[in-house]
């Protein structure tokens, strides 16, 4: 009985071992609505809306925070905003519709040539109130 069990776990533990490695795990983490990522100076994370509901909410945002939008481009398959605060930092807030679901858009910010962690998270919260409304 102790063989099967323990037979029994090292399966499961090599079934869970494979799939955290796979790209599906990846996928399935990185698709995670509401998680925020800060990497190499940009903050990515996920909003639950299509890209229509995140250029919205990111317009209100820009205006609610005091952003000076220096440009927007896009259409269904991407968006681009460029503004400036009132630190005249170059501010790049880009929108795109999940691979996976059309109703997920993936927003990435950066704030500064470097980054700025706090400034992304506080532009990104703000565009998270605004989803929706």
Do not use: W
């Not at 909003?47 to 990111?58: C, E, F, Q, R, V």
């Amino acid at each position: 009985m102790k063989t099967i069990t323990n037979l029994l776990a090292a399966g499961l533990l090599t079934c869970f071992g494979a799939f955290s490695f796979s790209g599906c795990a990846v996928l399935l983490i990185g698709a995670a609505v509401g998680t925020a990522v800060y990497l190499e100076g940009e903050l990515e994370s996920h909003l639950s809306t299509d890209i229509h509901g995140a250029i919205d909410a990111t317009n209100v945002a820009a205006q609610q925070l005091g952003l000076r939008p220096v440009s927007r481009t896009g259409d269904a398959s991407e968006a681009l905003m460029i503004a400036t605060d009132s630190e005249e930092r170059k501010i790049r807030i880009k929108l795109t519709p999940d691979e996976m679901n059309n109703r997920i858009t993936k927003v990435k910010i950066r704030v500064g040539v470097g980054g700025d962690e706090d400034a992304s998270r506080r532009i990104l919260a703000a565009i998270e109130r605004n989803v929706g409304r």
